[in-house]
Every structure is written in C-alpha cells, then in structure tokens.
C-alpha cells in the first residue's frame, strides 16, 4: 500500500514512476549524471548570428547558409536541428525538400539541397570533407553549428540555449538529500560544456561523448545507484542502463520517455529532487509499517503462547494488525499535499498528457 501510495502521489506531481521497486532504487541514490541540453538547458536555442567563413559576407549570403542549414536539418531527431529550422521560418526563408539525407547519430547531418552537398552539425563531422576548421570564438551560453557545402566549410550559425532558472536550487536539493557526486556527461564541445556547468556548480563535466561512450561512463560510476537525467532520443541507451533513469517526457523523445524508469511529465527540472524526496518518504513510510506489523503480531504471538489469547480471538486480531498498519501506510498518498512547487496538482496532471512523440 506504500508504494502504491508512492507512486499516486508521485503522479499527482507530474511524475510517472513505472514501477514499485523504481521508489527503493530512488531512496538510495548516491550519484546524480545530467544530459546538457534539453535538461539543464531549456532546450529551444535561439539564432544569435550567421557567421560566414572568413568573417566577410552580405545577409544574403547568411539568408543562403542558413536556409541550406535548415533544409539538411529537416529530417533530424535532434533538438538543435528543429531550432535551426524555426530560426529559418521565421526569416521567411524558403525551405527546400533536402535528398538523400543521412543523420549521423550526435554529430549531425548530411544531404543534398538544390544540388548541394551540405553537412551541418559538430565541427569534427564538417571537418571530414573540408579539412581542419578552427574553433568559432564563443560568448557565454553559446553554441555553434558547422556548415559545410560541396566540401568546404561555409561558415557556423551561433545559437544560445541558457541554464535554467531552478538548476542551482535543485542540485542544492539533491544535495541535501544525500547524494554526494553530480555530474554533467554531454555530447557537445568542451567549451560549452564547461561553461554550463560552472554556472550550474557542478564540478564534473564530461563533453563530446557518444551515446555508446555515455553508457560506457554511467556503467562505470561509483558511488551507486546511479540515477541518469535527459530527454533525447541520444540519451534512450544510458537512461536503460542506468540505476535509475529519467526522462524529461514533457519536451523529450518517446523513445527516452520509453526507456526511463521514471518520467517527468512537466517541463521543470525541479521534479528530479522531488522524486528522489518521494521515493525516500515512500521507503520510510514503508519500513515503519513492516515494523509495526512485527511489533504487534509478536505481542499477540507471546500473549497466545501464554495462554492469554483464545483461538478465536488470535484469528481476529491479526485483521486488527492489518488495520493498524494500514493507515499508516497510506500517509505515502498524502492527501493533502499540494503539488510540490505549490502549484494544484490537477492542471500539471492535465497539461502531462499534451506529450509529443518526438523532438
């Protein structure tokens, strides 16, 4: 009944945990990994600038790279991908159908356009057909994605994607509930990488991973359990292999969401802390209702064995340990909880079923 009540009330919250024993892995949770962006980032970069290689250029050779960017990203999964296609939309730029278009998993995409051959993505996939490509000079919150046509590098569209607001408040929270390392293990540059999780406090950064490399890092963490935190269809194969996995399922890709033991079903952070809170209350309230069965039925066992509980009165007794402990158990429902965050917890509930299937 504990853990049935675990998992109601972590549903009232917008927090769906799959199954029972997930709320046990949670109350014992030692190292908490975060995926950057979607997670920690807000997950919808903005277009800051169109830089043309060399420096020099006209805006209608920036309409021109972005508008060859945006086609080749039209069939990518990844979140930067649509955020390149919106930043074309909205400069009422023509989108042309792209050809044989091939996604490269975390690194980015290849395809025809207008009889183009165009790469966007990670510098190092550019730099496979056009040679050595220096660094694009970053402010703080910036990103950039190459683009490479007919083999030379064009030039990088500069995007932001900032923290979110309640990343410091709730690692804060983790904290307090025992979870003594976190750490942020992302597929993107090094620099800003770093630079995010220097604002969030988070000591520990691994960047440019693969989705192979991060199952590979989380396997290997001490201390455990291991809880994994992302959104992205890249993140469905460290979310399986994980202690613990979450999913950002309000935003996030059905296949994470799938993979996960637990999802969030709102777009808000803060709800990691609040299952592990959950979990750790639920375990609590569990064990302190196994005890008070003991406790009570080893009472009416002695008092039996001296003679001083008749048959019959033995039989109904234990139906009276059932209703003792019970209650007890079913303070796991907290029933006049308020969605943590204070905020009713039936509009969340409401706005959890408008999941996408994918981003």
Not at 117 to 139: C, D, M, N, Q, Y
Not at 186 to 200: E, M, N, P, R
Not at 225 to 252: E, K, Q, S, T, Y
Request: charged letters at 20%; glycine letters at 10%.
């Amino acid at each position: 009944m504990a853990f049935l009540g675990g998992m109601s009330r972590a549903a009232r919250n917008g927090i769906i945990v799959k199954h029972g024993g997930t709320h046990e892995q949670l109350a014992r949770i030692r190292t908490a990994v975060f995926d950057k962006t979607g997670t920690l980032t807000h997950g919808r970069p903005t277009l800051v600038e169109v830089r043309l290689a060399g420096g020099a250029g006209t805006r209608a050779g920036e309409s021109e790279l972005l508008a060859l960017a945006a086609a080749a990203e039209l069939h990518s999964s990844h979140v930067l991908a649509a955020s390149v296609v919106e930043s074309a939309r909205n400069h009422a730029l023509e989108i042309s159908a792209p050809d044989d278009a091939v996604e490269h998993a975390t690194d980015g995409v290849a395809a025809s356009v207008r009889g183009h051959r165009v790469l966007v993505g990670k510098r190092e996939l550019v730099e496979t057909s056009a040679g050595a490509i220096g660094e694009e000079p970053l402010a703080s919150g910036e990103l950039a994605v190459y683009v490479g046509c007919n083999n030379v590098y064009a030039g990088a569209l500069i995007m932001s994607d900032p923290l979110r607001g309640n990343v410091v408040p709730m690692l804060a929270r983790l904290s307090g509930l025992d979870i003594r390392r976190t750490l942020m293990v992302t597929g993107d540059a090094q620099a800003t990488a770093k630079h995010i999780a220097a604002l969030a406090g988070m000591p520990e950064v691994l960047a440019g991973c693969r989705p192979e490399q991060k199952v590979t890092v989380v396997r290997s963490l001490e201390p455990r359990p291991v809880m994994m935190v992302g959104d992205g269809i890249n993140d469905a194969p460290v979310l399986a292999v994980a202690d613990v996995g979450v999913a950002m399922g309000a935003r996030g890709s059905a296949a994470a969401s799938e993979s996960a033991d637990v999802v969030i079903m709102v777009d808000d952070l803060s709800k990691v802390a609040d299952a592990v809170r959950i979990g750790r209350d639920t375990v609590r309230i569990a064990v302190q209702s196994i005890w008070i069965g003991i406790g009570l039925s080893l009472v009416l066992m002695v008092l039996a064995a001296v003679g001083q509980v008749p048959a019959v009165v033995g039989a109904l007794s234990r139906e009276l340990v059932d209703r003792a402990t019970s209650p007890n158990a079913l303070r796991a429902l907290k029933f006049n909880e308020r969605a943590i965050g204070g905020q009713p917890a039936a509009p969340r509930a409401a706005t959890a079923l408008n999941m996408p299937e994918s981003s």
